[in-house]
């Protein structure tokens, strides 16, 4: 679904809200049997857990599944309810077209094709007759009546190799016969890409539409960073209604029913929750969670939560909003608590085991906690930032010490070192645990671990 292409960016969506309210600011009210539906979406008994890249979340049993788009290996995954006579039926036609048209340079559009079982094809070709840039690798599977699309592009001189690595994430994408697989590797819809954990590249965009409550919709985005962490939700509010000017200032409807820090579990975060009218002048919500994530890890990449209600995208047609505000934070809560990572076969995404370690609590937290500048530190240990800190992204703090910022050293103009500028300057970063220290009594808070004795936790 093109819809779900989009990084699903906060200042997109917000202004998107407050333009609709120049339409209309009348709102629709929930009617008596709403209420009651609302009642039966938040039920634990009705609720269905779902495999989400390399996390598990719970959703109502009614939430189906609209579309998706995925990222990996540098490919994009694309996912189509299909028979096998369909799926044969599309890769003859589609290698057939290439071997008849003929490419300016004389050839056929076809360059490269490999089959590693009846059901799996590649391709590697000229998009038209004039391309000469790129070459198209297209890999096609079929899985339990499901037709997987992987594509990516090439240097015609690389082909080879790109349909090597091409083929190794078609053999290792498998059916699952659960929606808690047990196999290491990133899930996609109904399908498992194995591996362990060294993806250098992976995301995703998946709606799900509630069946009885076709108005509300839940988008879920997860991307491994592949340089530093974006800025947190909340600090980009502004930009969002400064870039408005008067515009934002002056129109009302607006409200915002709660916003600030969110931890779910391991992933620091940070909520938004509006309330504003739409473009059928329906007072419509918007719930957004996101997490920054840290660097170049696939187990705390960036996470988005995105619910929505008076959505009606689709032709569908307009009707009042089916959940109240305390019904749509009740249904918002249980699914955004449901988040965690997957345990594996290997006791991966299994908390670590705890030695005897102080904490502020008394009992030893698992490596991987996360804890952001600011915050009093839970755990003595060795915690690691993702920024290059002057003292070492690798230090030792004290259970109750309070958690600094990064120091990174910064290059300093002609101008600046004659003002005698500093060539430092503090971030605010995130903080996490990865290893025990088995002398905390007699270790300063600010002493340095060398980096290449800390290993950071392995991938899913």
Same mark, same amino acid.
């Given at each position: 679904?093109?819809?779900?292409?989009?990084?699903?960016?906060?200042?997109?969506?917000?202004?998107?809200?407050?333009?609709?309210?120049?339409?209309?600011?009348?709102?629709?009210?929930?009617?008596?049997?709403?209420?009651?539906?609302?009642?039966?979406?938040?039920?634990?008994?009705?609720?269905?857990?779902?495999?989400?890249?390399?996390?598990?979340?719970?959703? @109502?049993?009614?939430?189906?599944?609209?579309?998706?788009?995925?990222?990996?290996?540098?490919?994009?995954?694309?996912?189509?309810?299909?028979?096998?006579?369909?799926?044969?039926?599309?890769?003859?036609?589609?290698?057939?077209?290439?071997?008849?048209?003929?490419?300016?340079?004389?050839?056929?559009?076809?360059?490269?094709?490999?089959? =590693?079982?009846?059901?799996?094809?590649?391709?590697?070709?000229?998009?038209?007759?004039?391309?000469?840039?790129?070459?198209?690798?297209?890999?096609?599977?079929?899985?339990?009546?499901?037709?997987?699309?992987?594509?990516?592009?090439?240097?015609?001189? #690389? +082909?080879?190799?790109?349909?090597?690595?091409?083929?190794?994430?078609?053999?290792? =994408?498998?059916?699952?016969?659960?929606?808690?697989?047990?196999? $290491?590797?990133?899930?996609?819809?109904?399908? =498992?890409?194995?591996?362990?954990?060294?993806?250098?590249?992976?995301?995703?965009?998946?709606?799900?539409?509630? $069946?009885?409550?076709?108005?509300?919709?839940? &988008?879920?985005?997860?991307?491994?960073?592949?340089?530093?962490?974006?800025?947190?939700?909340?600090?980009?509010?502004?930009?969002?209604?400064?870039?408005?000017?008067?515009?934002?200032?002056?129109?009302?409807?607006?409200?915002?029913?709660?916003?600030?820090? #969110? $931890?779910?579990?391991?992933?620091?975060?940070?909520?938004?929750?509006?309330?504003?009218?739409?473009?059928?002048?329906?007072?419509?919500?918007?719930?957004?969670?996101?997490?920054?994530?840290?660097?170049?890890?696939?187990?705390? @990449?960036?996470?988005?939560? &995105?619910?929505?209600?008076?959505?009606?995208?689709?032709?569908? &047609?307009?009707?009042?909003?089916?959940?109240?505000?305390?019904?749509?934070?009740?249904?918002?809560?249980?699914?955004?608590?449901?988040?965690?990572?997957? @345990?594996?076969?290997?006791?991966?995404?299994? *908390?670590?085991?705890?030695?005897?370690?102080?904490?502020?609590?008394?009992?030893? +937290?698992?490596?991987?906690?996360?804890?952001?500048?600011?915050?009093?530190?839970?755990?003595?240990?060795?915690?690691?930032?993702?920024?290059?800190?002057?003292?070492?992204?690798?230090?030792?703090? $004290?259970?109750?010490?309070?958690?600094?910022?990064?120091?990174?050293? #910064?290059? +300093?103009?002609?101008?600046?070192?004659?003002?005698?500028?500093? &060539?430092?300057?503090?971030?605010?970063?995130?903080?996490? =645990?990865?290893?025990?220290?088995?002398?905390?009594?007699?270790?300063? *808070?600010?002493?340095?671990?060398?980096?290449?004795?800390?290993?950071?936790?392995?991938?899913?």
């Amino acid at each position: 679904m093109h819809s779900l292409k989009r990084r699903f960016r906060l200042a997109f969506a917000v202004q998107m809200i407050i333009l609709f309210s120049l339409l209309n600011t009348a709102s629709a009210s929930p009617s008596e049997e709403s209420k009651d539906q609302g009642m039966i979406i938040t039920e634990k008994s009705q609720w269905v857990t779902h495999c989400v890249g390399r996390f598990l979340i719970d959703l @109502p049993k009614e939430a189906e599944y609209v579309g998706g788009h995925y990222e990996y290996g540098f490919t994009t995954i694309e996912r189509q309810s299909m028979d096998r006579d369909a799926f044969l039926q599309e890769v003859d036609a589609l290698e057939k077209r290439l071997r008849n048209t003929t490419h300016k340079s004389g050839t056929p559009l076809l360059l490269k094709k490999s089959a =590693l079982d009846e059901n799996t094809r590649i391709f590697g070709f000229w998009l038209d007759r004039d391309q000469h840039v790129v070459v198209k690798i297209w890999g096609y599977r079929w899985l339990n009546g499901m037709r997987y699309l992987v594509q990516n592009g090439a240097d015609p001189d #690389r +082909l080879e190799g790109s349909m090597a690595r091409q083929e190794i994430i078609l053999a290792s =994408l498998q059916g699952t016969q659960s929606n808690i697989p047990t196999t $290491k590797g990133f899930c996609i819809e109904h399908a =498992l890409i194995t591996d362990d954990g060294t993806s250098k590249n992976e995301a995703l965009n998946m709606r799900f539409r509630m $069946k009885n409550h076709p108005d509300i919709v839940l &988008d879920i985005a997860t991307t491994r960073n592949a340089g530093s962490p974006p800025e947190s939700l909340l600090s980009r509010k502004p930009s969002v209604f400064s870039g408005l000017g008067l515009l934002g200032a002056t129109i009302g409807g607006i409200n915002n029913l709660k916003e600030g820090d #969110r $931890k779910i579990r391991e992933f620091p975060g940070q909520e938004w929750l509006l309330k504003a009218p739409n473009d059928h002048g329906q007072k419509a919500h918007l719930f957004t969670w996101e997490a920054p994530g840290l660097s170049h890890d696939v187990l705390h @990449p960036q996470i988005r939560f &995105d619910l929505q209600s008076g959505n009606f995208d689709g032709g569908l &047609d307009p009707k009042p909003i089916s959940l109240q505000d305390q019904q749509m934070i009740e249904l918002w809560d249980k699914i955004l608590n449901s988040l965690r990572l997957r @345990p594996t076969d290997g006791d991966q995404g299994a *908390p670590e085991k705890r030695p005897p370690s102080q904490s502020s609590s008394g009992d030893a +937290l698992p490596l991987g906690e996360l804890v952001r500048t600011g915050a009093i530190c839970p755990q003595t240990g060795y915690w690691q930032c993702p920024e290059s800190d002057v003292h070492g992204n690798t230090r030792l703090f $004290k259970a109750g010490d309070a958690m600094p910022p990064a120091i990174i050293r #910064r290059d +300093l103009s002609f101008v600046e070192r004659l003002k005698g500028s500093s &060539d430092r300057h503090s971030a605010s970063t995130v903080w996490r =645990l990865v290893r025990y220290d088995e002398q905390s009594a007699n270790s300063s *808070p600010n002493s340095v671990a060398g980096d290449e004795a800390i290993q950071s936790s392995s991938g899913v």
